[in-house]
């Protein structure tokens, strides 16, 4: 068993780490203020060779897999949540493709990403279903036009990066929108330009400002046969089972940077005769919080590397949503313990903790809540996949 990183993904960390503190600190609270898309650090990614970590060098990526996303993900959220998510819009969109598209779907639709000449976008969630996936009233009907082909309709909602996407991967039943069955549910590619496809609506939200976050809506448009992705309600688990390590690495980073800006507040903040950081029970504090913190990367490192062995399918399942769940939730009580470190100074938009805990908020609901995570590890015990005997 070796907890040791190769001399790759060393060298990508502490390249990022590089990057992360030279671009991304002074960035992030003008990102938070102005909620404007940070284009200038796309381009930093892009000139970092960063957009393709997780896409198969075949496809013009560098095949750093999940685990290397997920290191980089951690250094870059470490100051920025929204620059996290940005990372994470390379992999999201194009797991369904590398998971069941075909070769041409691979090599029409993944170089772009590697290469950042495109963008993509993930359409799962809807007015009326979230959680409840099976509840999607987004629907194809075949295009009598166009053997092969379909017509999609539907609204989705909650679209992170919707407004920057060139394409979408877009969730939606075949017929009949009223039926639950797994069979039924089908992945497409939509490119952004098609007939029928308009984006009436941009969400204002609590944090994670600066990539957009989208009403999309989609009138009878046309999906070549081509494409089809396919792979029933099967495919939208897998794609997200894989997500879980690169989802909790911004749990990670949020969680680390909140800390670390507490810990040395605390260091040089005055009280009593003495500084915060010698009273006892602040100690305890951030050593409860540094553990937890520690224990989460294992989770989420371990969740990585299992991934990128392809081991994402149903017995999988709970020693990734664990990896999710756990890194998300000591994101929000790292970030709410460095608010009250601080006392009134954590509150006030003078430092970075306020933006740390509104944005952390937001990890503990995307791509499957912390209470759908907790389900899916019970369900995983009840059956005996995670089992100890």
Same mark, same amino acid.
């Given at each position: 068993? *070796?907890?040791?990183?190769?001399?790759?993904?060393?060298?990508?960390?502490?390249?990022?780490?590089?990057?992360?503190?030279?671009?991304?600190?002074?960035?992030?609270?003008?990102?938070?203020?102005?909620?404007?898309?940070?284009?200038?650090?796309?381009?930093?990614?892009?000139?970092?060779?960063?957009?393709?970590? &997780?896409?198969?060098?075949?496809?013009?990526?560098?095949?750093?897999?999940?685990?290397?996303?997920?290191?980089?993900?951690?250094?870059?959220?470490?100051?920025?949540?929204?620059?996290?998510?940005?990372?994470?819009?390379?992999?999201?969109?194009?797991?369904?493709?590398?998971?069941?598209?075909? /070769?041409?779907?691979?090599?029409?639709?993944?170089?772009?990403?590697?290469?950042?000449?495109?963008?993509?976008?993930?359409?799962?969630?809807?007015?009326?279903?979230?959680?409840?996936?099976?509840?999607?009233?987004?629907?194809?009907?075949?295009?009598?036009?166009?053997?092969?082909?379909?017509?999609?309709?539907?609204?989705?909602?909650?679209?992170?990066?919707?407004?920057?996407?060139?394409?979408?991967?877009?969730?939606?039943?075949?017929?009949?929108? !009223?039926?639950?069955?797994?069979?039924?549910?089908?992945?497409?590619?939509?490119?952004?330009?098609?007939?029928?496809?308009?984006?009436?609506?941009?969400?204002?939200?609590?944090?994670?400002?600066?990539? *957009? #976050? #989208?009403?999309?809506?989609?009138?009878?448009?046309?999906?070549?046969?081509?494409?089809?992705?396919?792979?029933?309600?099967?495919?939208?688990?897998?794609?997200?089972?894989?997500?879980?390590?690169?989802?909790? !690495?911004?749990?990670?980073?949020? !969680?680390?940077?909140?800390?670390?800006?507490?810990?040395?507040?605390?260091?040089?903040?005055?009280?009593?005769?003495?500084?915060?950081?010698?009273?006892?029970?602040?100690?305890? /504090?951030?050593?409860? &919080?540094? #553990? /937890?913190?520690? !224990?989460?990367?294992?989770?989420?490192?371990?969740?990585?590397?299992?991934?990128?062995?392809?081991?994402?399918?149903?017995?999988?399942?709970?020693?990734?949503?664990?990896?999710?769940?756990?890194?998300?939730? %000591?994101? %929000?009580?790292?970030?709410?313990?460095?608010?009250?470190?601080?006392?009134?100074?954590?509150?006030?938009? /003078?430092?970075?903790?306020?933006?740390?805990?509104?944005?952390?908020?937001?990890?503990?609901?995307?791509?499957?809540?912390?209470?759908?995570?907790?389900?899916?590890?019970?369900?995983?015990?009840?059956?005996?996949?995670?089992?100890?005997?």
């Amino acid at each position: 068993m *070796d907890f040791a990183l190769s001399d790759e993904l060393l060298a990508l960390q502490e390249s990022v780490r590089k990057l992360a503190q030279d671009k991304i600190r002074p960035r992030a609270r003008e990102i938070d203020a102005t909620s404007l898309y940070p284009q200038d650090i796309f381009e930093e990614f892009k000139r970092a060779d960063l957009l393709g970590l &997780c896409i198969p060098s075949e496809y013009g990526g560098s095949g750093a897999g999940i685990l290397g996303l997920t290191l980089a993900i951690e250094e870059v959220t470490k100051y920025s949540n929204v620059l996290g998510l940005m990372l994470l819009l390379t992999r999201l969109p194009t797991g369904p493709i590398m998971i069941a598209g075909t /070769e041409d779907q691979k090599q029409r639709y993944l170089p772009g990403i590697a290469n950042g000449s495109t963008r993509a976008a993930f359409c799962l969630s809807e007015p009326g279903a979230g959680s409840d996936v099976a509840g999607m009233q987004s629907r194809v009907v075949p295009d009598s036009s166009v053997e092969g082909g379909y017509l999609l309709s539907g609204t989705k909602c909650w679209i992170s990066g919707g407004m920057q996407a060139d394409w979408f991967v877009v969730f939606a039943k075949y017929g009949d929108p !009223a039926s639950r069955l797994h069979s039924d549910i089908g992945a497409f590619i939509v490119d952004a330009n098609s007939p029928g496809v308009t984006r009436p609506r941009v969400d204002k939200k609590m944090g994670v400002k600066g990539i *957009d #976050t #989208t009403e999309i809506n989609f009138e009878q448009v046309p999906v070549a046969p081509g494409n089809v992705i396919g792979g029933s309600f099967a495919l939208i688990m897998q794609s997200l089972n894989a997500m879980r390590p690169i989802v909790a !690495a911004r749990g990670i980073g949020l !969680a680390e940077g909140a800390l670390m800006y507490a810990t040395e507040y605390v260091k040089n903040r005055p009280a009593f005769g003495k500084t915060i950081a010698e009273f006892q029970g602040i100690q305890w /504090e951030i050593a409860k &919080c540094a #553990t /937890e913190i520690e !224990a989460a990367r294992l989770l989420t490192y371990r969740g990585a590397w299992l991934a990128d062995q392809g081991k994402f399918s149903k017995e999988y399942v709970p020693m990734l949503s664990m990896c999710k769940y756990y890194a998300t939730e %000591v994101a %929000v009580k790292a970030s709410g313990l460095a608010v009250q470190l601080l006392g009134a100074a954590g509150y006030m938009e /003078e430092h970075p903790t306020e933006q740390f805990y509104r944005d952390a908020r937001q990890l503990t609901i995307v791509e499957g809540t912390s209470q759908v995570q907790l389900g899916l590890i019970a369900r995983g015990v009840l059956g005996h996949d995670l089992w100890w005997d």
